[in-house]
C-alpha cells in the first residue's frame, strides 16, 4: 500500500491525536459509553468543553 503524506496545521494534529489517544484508552471509551448510557435515561451528566 502507498503511503501518501498531507500537511494540516499542528493544532489540528495536536487535536486528533488527543482523540486519537481516548479512543485507545479502554478505561475513558467505558466512561464515555456508561455517560452516554445515562443520557439516554434521562440523566443529567457533566459537560466536558476544552480549554484551548
Known amino acids: 500500500m502507498k503511503q501518501e503524506?498531507?500537511?494540516i496545521p499542528k493544532k489540528e494534529y495536536d487535536?486528533?491525536?488527543e482523540?486519537?489517544?481516548?479512543?485507545?484508552n479502554?478505561?475513558?471509551m467505558a466512561a464515555i459509553k456508561e455517560s452516554d448510557e445515562a443520557k439516554k435515561k434521562?440523566?443529567?451528566t457533566w459537560e466536558l468543553k476544552?480549554?484551548?
Do not use: F, N, T, Y
Request: proline residues 5%.
Open 50 to 52: 476544552l480549554l484551548i
Open 15 to 17: 487535536e486528533l491525536l
Open 42 to 44: 434521562g440523566v443529567k
Open 19 to 24: 482523540e486519537v489517544g481516548i479512543l485507545r
Open 5 to 7: 503524506m498531507v500537511q
Open 26 to 28: 479502554p478505561e475513558m
